[in-house]
């Protein structure tokens, strides 16, 4: 997309996951994952409506290979909703590592979401818990809102980004991924995984640069 496009009224930017536990030092870095800050702070300046998340698990989840005696981070698990990469224990609530990255700055932020707080369940999309079936809300938040057009960033490029613009998709949103304003983990080959899947549901990868 060459065209520069114009944010409106409609528009929202839907922040995945910008914590420290994804950043350089946290439970489940990303690699160079607090890159993502200053992009993300200078594209919320161009939007009215914006959407933080923010990954809050219990202790002792389901997707932290802690919780499975015998069994180490990145390995694969079958669960009553499929299969369940198992991760190091992260963002946890209420501790540091599941806050938002210290330089994140966007105080007219209308929505912190908090996603995967059911113990039994993981949530990497925005928009439903991995059972593709547990609403999160959020589609009830930005219909009554008028909000139509989606355009996401954060972390991972290749899970929750991934999984959020999938659903805003299936939901009849039109999504865009801002691809310099992410940054991905790589588990498997999962970013280009997520290229093809984006791709074949027609979700855009553009630049910030591609925003008037």
Known sequence: MTDRMTIGDSDVLLVVDVQNDFCPGGALAVPHGDEVVAVVNRLAERFENVVLTQDWHPRGHLSFASTHPGKQPFDTIAVAYGPQVLWPDHCVQGTPG????????IPHAALVLRKGVHRTIDSYSAFYENDHKTPTGLVGYLRERGLNRVFLAGLAFDF??????????????????????CRGIDVDGSV???????AALEVPCISSQALA
């Open 160 to 181: 929750c980004v991934r999984y959020s613009a999938e659903d805003a998709r299936r939901e009849g949103f039109t999504a865009f991924v801002v691809e310099d304003a």
């Open 98 to 105: 599941a806050d938002f990255h210290k330089a994140l700055a």
């Open 192 to 198: 280009a995984a997520t290229r093809r899947s984006l």
